[in-house]
């Protein structure tokens, strides 16, 4: 293995850590699910969302699509298994008419799937092509991704204040899009470039953000409100 190699490697595998923590991310929320039986108002569109763009990436990675790519599959094959059992939990606690859209939804994004599989495999005899294919697709899924915290950008900057858009997120946000953008230059790989390049420049507008408004933020009125909602309980 060259130096390259050795540097991607590493780059890689601290990737999966940095990777693995943003899709952990979400457990505090999913133990507010199952402690009140309820999805309350959170939504599950973005967990949906995540499956098909986890399984999209991990077959890109795999070494008949791309060569030397395990890394891109062994984190996002467990961002898979932990977007199912999200979006199960949702299920579970949904109404019916809630999990009548998961369903409808996951059966499309499987469907889709299975079309991409079999037009790569039959139809596309090069590495190059299948490459070619599923990275365009994922790219396309990636960007759609990306789009999702503009309304939170959008929030801190009307508001002036930074309460709802968690610091640690942003800058696993930016980290990760950082390190795999480095992965993806170390061996030229457009397909993972394009969008975690925006992953990087995603973050970097958060963390600016955060770092602008963060003195204009009222966090004194979250903590009254809660101490209003604490003693108005209390008996």
């Avoid at 998961?102 to 059966?107: C, E, K, Q, V």
């Avoid at 610091?167 to 950082?178: I, K, M, P, T």
């Avoid at 995603?202 to 953000?209: E, K, P």
């Avoid at 933020?217 to 008996?235: A, G, I, K």
């Amino acid at each position: 293995m060259t130096g390259t190699g050795v540097a991607r490697t590493v780059i890689g595998i601290i990737g999966n850590f940095i990777s693995a923590c943003l899709f952990l991310s979400p457990i505090p929320t999913f133990q507010k699910i199952i402690k009140a039986k309820s999805v309350q108002e959170y939504k599950p569109h973005p967990y949906v969302a995540t499956v098909l763009n986890c399984a999209m990436w991990s077959f890109y990675g795999m070494p008949f699509v791309t060569s030397d790519d395990i890394l891109v599959l062994t984190i996002n094959g467990a961002g898979f298994v932990l977007e199912i059992i999200y979006v199960t939990i949702f299920i579970i606690y949904s109404n019916w008419g809630t999990r009548k859209k998961i369903f409808i939804a996951l059966t499309i994004e499987a469907v889709f799937f299975a079309v991409v599989v079999a037009i790569t495999i039959l139809a596309l005899p090069t590495l190059h092509g299948r490459a070619m294919l599923v990275g365009l697709i994922s790219i396309v899924f990636n960007i759609i991704m990306y789009i999702s915290p503009l309304s939170v950008m959008k929030r801190v900057i009307k508001t002036k204040s930074v309460k709802y858009m968690p610091l640690a997120l942003s800058v696993a946000s930016f980290s990760n899009g950082v390190i795999w953008t480095i992965y993806a230059l170390l061996k030229f790989d457009p397909y993972l470039l394009i969008p975690n390049g925006l992953g990087a420049i995603s973050g970097a507008v958060q963390l600016i953000l955060y770092a602008w408004f963060y003195r204009t933020t009222n966090w004194e009125e979250e903590y009254e409100r809660s101490s209003v909602q604490m003693s108005e309980s209390t008996p």
